[in-house]
């Protein structure tokens, strides 16, 4: 998990629904810049591994490269090139089955970076003007038989399972270079370069019909 020296003080609700999955992570990574502050839920948790990333300058100021860095500090962590890496939202209350769905999905499609929620491009860039359709989307909403599907872009917020060995990370962090905006369009740098690299994006089903997951109110 990537989160903000903002936002890290409401993550509690979205830590516990993780410690609640039926498939339990090995270990839980949070990545925030240095020198901000965490709260107590953080300093006292024994299952946490807090990673901290230096700021990063440009011509707009100081900051960090944004929720990338949650493969850039987190994977890096990580040699065996068969880890699992799952990545979520700090604003994410997980129903318990997600992790668990998205393991099971890695194992049957293990050449595939596995999610829950994505959207394909091809629509968007032949309108005039560009605009998103409802049948780009595809999720947990479209007939399940129609799942796995393959898309262009994953989408973080509902959870994506990479294996270690699909990630090249200095090139992930090629983002630095470009505009300020990519840093906030996480998923389609990291979609993108997974595409680059060969690897198949996929939206799998959930294990249970139940409601996948809720957003957590925003620390204001």
Known sequence: IATTPERVWGMHPALESIRQQTEKPDAIYISIIEGAQLPDFLLVAP??????????????GQHDLG???KLLDCASEEDD??????TFDDDILLAPFVAASLVRAAVAWPDAAVGLSG?????LLTREPAAFAPLDFVGQHVPLHQLPAAVDILEGYAGVLYRRHFLELDLLAELSTGPAEVRYTDDVWI???L???GVQRLVVPLDSATHTHTH???PN
């Open 47 to 60: 299952d946490i591994l807090i990673l901290r990333h230096p700021a990063f300058h440009s011509e707009d």
């Open 81 to 86: 090139p068969l880890t699992a890496i799952l």
């Open 195 to 197: 595409a680059r690299w």
């Open 191 to 193: 979609s993108g370069q």
């Open 216 to 218: 957590t109110a925003s």
């Open 67 to 69: 929720p990338v860095h």
């Open 119 to 123: 959207w394909n491009a091809g629509g």
